[in-house]
């Protein structure tokens, strides 16, 4: 892994901690105005000063957010369908290589769909984005989906995780499970956990917690964040499980502390 390469891991997962929280805001490549993510820019900026990095399109990027955040950008470069239609997996590279170098971005980012009828399809497309992010120094984020019929398990999730490892993936994006240890052990590279749907907060800081505890080196979440109550306050609880090693009750606790005020970084 040359220089480049690492400068811009070391950007995304902090070094003194070996650990990120990312800010998952990409949702409108496929969903649209995704609820909570109607207006980005004003959604976004303020849970800025909270996020290690920030995961999103590059139309909302160069539209929406001011050029002088110091925030790495994970740049979502996959796409090509959206909600109207079935299968989700029948996606593509939508964005070169050369746009992300442009836009500064600190990694770039797209799906697997492991057991999906367009499984080789997107195994191929992420092998292709590696090569190209080996020629630019560019770490490519594998987000991990699984087929319909096959349930979000070690099993599976570990064989989607293993084959975007395989393939180069600098970091795996996946979902925490039962036994997500398994998942762990089995990638020989940095796995952050997908937050999901909506879920209560405490359920949402409970999982924070577990993937921590069993070896994902941080989050990607984001409507546990942007459709909380209060999102400031909650990427903050979110940020003191991750990188301070609070307890799920004790974050809680700072979340219930802070809703309703505006935090200062």
Known sequence: MDWGMKNRLSRIINPKTGHTVMLAVDHGYFQGPTSGLERPGEVITPLLPWADAVMLTRGVLRNTIDASIPNPVVLRVSGGTSILKDDLSNEDITTSMRDAVRLNAAAVALSIFVGSPNEKQTLVNLAKLVDE???YGMPVLAVTAVGREMVRDARYLGLASRIAAELGASIVKTYYCENFGKVVEGCPVPIVIAGGKKIP??????????????????????R??????????MIQAVRSI??????????????NSLKGKRGQP
Do not use: C, H, R, W
Request: aromatic fraction near 8%.
């Open 224 to 233: 546990n964040i942007f459709q909380s109550e209060d999102p400031v306050a």
């Open 201 to 222: 907060e405490p359920e949402a800081l409970k999982l924070a917690y577990n993937a921590i505890q069993e070896g994902a080196v941080g989050v990607d979440m984001g």
């Open 242 to 255: 991750v990188q301070e090693d609070y307890t799920p009750d004790e974050a809680l606790e700072l979340f």
């Open 133 to 135: 992010g080996e020629e």
